[in-house]
């Protein structure tokens, strides 16, 4: 019997992560992989509707089959949305500082 070579990633905090490498049976699922691992109950994942599951960036279910040498990332909540934390960037940094058109040549018009 072929086993799958899976692994589990896991990030609690920014710059803070947890790996685990798994070795289970063909037919497993995201679940099979979660009660293996010990994360089931370690990160109390029973009942938590907030935890996003993906597979190689592609959300996933508990129920998704597994192929070999699938990532599995247990997804956070954003604290802050994208759009609104660039616009705060922005705000602080001015037009000026920042993106494309931050450094023009001299005499140059605005936007170019």
Not at 15 to 31: D, F
Not at 60 to 82: F, K, M, S, Y
């Amino acid at each position: 019997m072929r086993l799958l070579h899976i692994h589990l990633i896991y990030a609690p905090a920014p710059r803070e992560w947890i790996e685990c490498h798994l070795e289970l049976p063909q037919g497993a699922t995201v679940a099979t992989a979660l009660h293996a691992s010990g994360w089931w109950d370690r990160l109390a994942l029973a009942g938590r509707s907030d935890m996003g599951l993906a597979i190689w960036n592609q959300r996933a279910q508990l129920e998704t089959v597994l192929r070999d040498q699938d990532r599995i990332a247990l997804c956070r909540d954003l604290q802050v949305d994208p759009k609104i934390a660039r616009r705060e960037r922005f705000k602080r940094q001015g037009s000026r500082t920042s993106g494309l058109f931050a450094q023009r040549r001299a005499g140059a018009k605005a936007g170019y």
